[in-house]
C-alpha cells in the first residue's frame, strides 16, 4: 500500500539539525503537526494517535529555519521532496526550499565559530578589510560584520584573506549547496577544466543552459559571476606557489592561466594589497628547499590518516602505487617518463604535505584537485552524525586518483577477496599495461587498450572481462564521464546496464570515482553484519552512508570478518 502524502502550509525545522529519526517517528506514527509557538522558540508536538508526543525546546539562540512553501512531504525511508519535485537523500538539500538565512542568523554563525558553516559561507569586517571562515579565532563587533557567500565574493568586495584562518588556501566545501545543482555542477567543472580558462558559454553548454543563465544562478548562489570564480581559484592557487616554492614569478603567473606577468600582477596586488614579489619577502612565506616541489593541503580535525592509507595499502595497483605506514606514493606518466607522488601527514600544520616530482607547474592544478579528492580534503566531519565518539575518529572516504583505474580494479574485486582482486589487477597492469622509466614501474593501461584486450587470460570470469571491456568502450567513445559534476543518478543507470555490473560494485564506484557521500554497498558482508547486530543506525546516516561504510569497516571489520 503506497504511503499517503501529508500537506503541510507550514513546517519549523531547528539548526542545528534534529536527529533524522524524528522524521521516521513523524512518519511511522503517519502524525500531524497541530501546533507551531510564536516566540521562535518553537516546539514540535506530533500525534501519535491520540497522545501528543513531544520532540523537546530548543535554546532561543538557535535560529529557526521555516518552509513557506505549501507543498508535499513526502517521507519514504526519510526522504524528502525538494522544490523541483527531485527526490533528495541530502540533508543541506531542504536548504532549497527554506528561507534564506538572514544577516542576523549568520552574525550568529559567526559569534559561536559554528563549524557546520565552514566552507559555506565567509565574513568580512569592515573596519579592517580583511575576510575570514566561520570559524576564525578572530571575534569582530557584530556591527562590523558583512557576510558573503564565498571567497570570491569577499575579494570582490575587497576583502583581503585573513592570515589566521586562511580562507584563501582552506579546506573547500564538499557539499557546495546541493539543493542548488546548477550553482555545485558548474564548480565542479571549472575545477575539473583541464587548462583552468574554460569559457562560460562552454560550461553553461554541457550543463545544457545558456551562459547568462549560468551568469545569473551564479550572482545567486555565490554573489560572483563564472568569471570572477576562476579568477579567484588561480589566484589562490599562484599564492600557494609563491609561498610555498621557490619558482620564478612569471613561470607561476603563466602556469596558472595568466597571460602576462603585467596582468597577474595587477589582479594579484588587487586582492592582496601586495605585489606577488613581495609576498615571498614579507617573512611568512614558507618556501622549501628539496628535490621537487614541496606543498601543503589543509584539512579539518580530526583527520584518519592512518586509516586512508591502510585502505590505499590493502588496494594497492602494484607497480603505480606503493604505500607505507606513513607515506603514499605513486608513479604518474609524464610524457616519456614518470613524475612522482608521495603525500604524508603534517599534524603540527593540520595538513597533508605533497612532495612532486616531475611535473611542470601547469600540471600542478589537477594534480593537487586529484589528490583533494582521493584523501577526501574538502570533507567536514560535523556533517557525520551527532555522536562525539563517531566524529572523533576523523574518518574520511578514499576517492581516486585516476577513476578509470579505480573502477577496474573494483570491478576485479567482485565476489572475490581482496587479495585475490589485488593479485589480479597486478596481472592486468603487468600483461596489458606499459613499463615506464625503470624496472617495475608501469603506467596502466587505457581505456583504448581495454576495449579490444582479451582479459580472461588473467584468470577472470567472461563476464568480467566483457564488464571491463564495456566500460573501457564508453569512456573511450565519450559516452560514460568521470565527474564529480556527473548526474548521479543517471550515471547509476549506465552502470547498472553493463552486464557483470551489480549493485555493489555501482555503489563502490561512485562512492570511489564520483564522491557520492550516500553511496552505499549494503550487499558488503560487514556491513550487512554490522546492521544485523545493531552496531550502527543507519537512518542516523542518511546521505552520508559512504562514510558510514567505511566508518564499520575501520572500527568492525576485523571482528565482524571472522567466521562464525
Known amino acids: 500500500m503506497p504511503r499517503p502524502e501529508i500537506n503541510f ?4 525545522l531547528f539548526h542545528p539539525p534534529p536527529d533524522k529519526r524524528i522524521f521516521r517517528q513523524f512518519w511511522n506514527a503517519q502524525s500531524t503537526i497541530i501546533s507551531f509557538s510564536n516566540n521562535f522558540s518553537p516546539l514540535f508536538i506530533l500525534l501519535s494517535q491520540s497522545h501528543p508526543l513531544y520532540l523537546g525546546e530548543h535554546e532561543k539562540d538557535l535560529f529557526v529555519l521555516f518552509f513557506l512553501v505549501a507543498g508535499r512531504l513526502l517521507a519514504s525511508n526519510i526522504g524528502i521532496m525538494s522544490e523541483n519535485c527531485q527526490q533528495s537523500s541530502e540533508w543541506w538539500d531542504i536548504v532549497s526550499i527554506m528561507k534564506q538565512l538572514t544577516n542576523s542568523d549568520c552574525t550568529q554563525i559567526i559569534l559561536r565559530r559554528d563549524p557546520r558553516y565552514d566552507g559555506r559561507l565567509y565574513f568580512g569586517v569592515t573596519t579592517t578589510k580583511i575576510y575570514c571562515r566561520p570559524v576564525c579565532p578572530a571575534r569582530p563587533k557584530p556591527e562590523n560584520i558583512v557576510i558573503y557567500k564565498s571567497t570570491s565574493e569577499a575579494e570582490k568586495a575587497g576583502c583581503r584573506p585573513c592570515l589566521r584562518c586562511r580562507p584563501d588556501l582552506a579546506p573547500g566545501n564538499k557539499f557546495i549547496n546541493p539543493g542548488k545543482k546548477l550553482a555545485h555542477d558548474g ?43 576562476m579568477q579567484t581559484r588561480k589566484l589562490h592557487l ?33 586582492v592582496y594589497q601586495m605585489t606577488p614579489s613581495k609576498i615571498r619577502t614579507g617573512g611568512r612565506s614558507k618556501v622549501y628547499q628539496s628535490d621537487g616541489l614541496l606543498l601543503t593541503l589543509m584539512v579539518r580535525k580530526p583527520y584518519d590518516f592512518a586509516s586512508i592509507l591502510a585502505f590505499f595499502n590493502r588496494h594497492a595497483a602494484r607497480g603505480i602505487e606503493r604505500v607505507t605506514l606513513d ?35 601547469r600540471q600542478i592544478r589537477l594534480v593537487l584537485l586529484n589528490i583533494r579528492r582521493m584523501f577526501d580534503v574538502d570533507h567536514n566531519p560535523v556533517y557525520l552524525p551527532a555522536s562525539p565518539a563517531i566524529r572523533s575518529t576523523g574518518v ?14 573494483i570491478i576485479l574485486s ?21 613499463l615506464i622509466g625503470g624496472k617495475d614501474i608501469y603506467c596502466f593501461p587505457s581505456p583504448e587498450k581495454l576495449m579490444t584486450a582479451e582479459i580472461e587470460q588473467i584468470g577472470i570470469t567472461r563476464s568480467k572481462a566483457n564488464a571491463i571491456r564495456t566500460l573501457s568502450e564508453m569512456v573511450h567513445r565519450h559516452e560514460f564521464h568521470f565527474s564529480y559534476a556527473a548526474d548521479l543518478s543517471e550515471t547509476r543507470k549506465k552502470l547498472l546496464a553493463i552486464k557483470g555490473i551489480g549493485p555493489w560494485t555501482t555503489e563502490m564506484i561512485m ?51 571472522k567466521r562464525k
Open 327 to 361: 607515506s603514499y606514493e605513486r608513479y604518474v606518466l609524464n610524457q616519456n617518463s614518470y613524475a612522482t607522488i608521495k603525500v604524508t601527514i603534517n599534524k603540527s600544520q593540520d595538513a597533508l604535505q605533497i612532495h612532486l616530482q616531475g611535473f611542470r607547474l
Open 396 to 409: 574520511r572516504v578514499p576517492g581516486s586518483f585516476d577513476p578509470f583505474e579505480a573502477a577496474v580494479s
Open 9 to 12: 502550509s507550514g513546517l519549523f
Open 238 to 270: 599562484a599564492k600557494h606557489l609563491l609561498l610555498e616554492t621557490c619558482e620564478p614569478v612569471i613561470d607561476i603567473a603563466l602556469a596558472t592561466g595568466f597571460n602576462s606577468i603585467r596582468r597577474f600582477n595587477q589582479a594579484f596586488k588587487a
Open 511 to 561: 562512492m570511489r570515482c564520483f564522491g557520492d557521500a550516500d553511496a552505499f554497498p549494503e550487499s558488503d558482508l560487514i556491513i550487512k553484519r554490522a546492521l544485523d547486530q545493531n552496531l550502527i543506525d543507519e537512518a542516523m546516516w542518511k546521505a552520508s552512508r559512504s562514510y558510514m561504510t567505511h566508518y564499520v569497516w575501520n572500527e568492525f571489520a576485523e571482528t565482524l570478518s
Open 187 to 229: 564548480l565542479r567543472l571549472i575545477e575539473e577544466s583541464t587548462t583552468g580558462t574554460e569559457n562560460v558559454e562552454s560550461i553553461a553548454q554541457i550543463l545544457g543552459i545558456s551562459g547568462r543563465h549560468l551568469r545569473r544562478v551564479f550572482g545567486e548562489e555565490l554573489g560572483v559571476s563564472p568569471i570572477e570564480i
Open 414 to 434: 567482485q565476489l572475490v577477496s581482496i587479495s585475490q582482486a589485488t593479485g589480479k589487477l597486478s596481472k592486468l597492469i603487468e600483461q596489458f599495461g606499459a
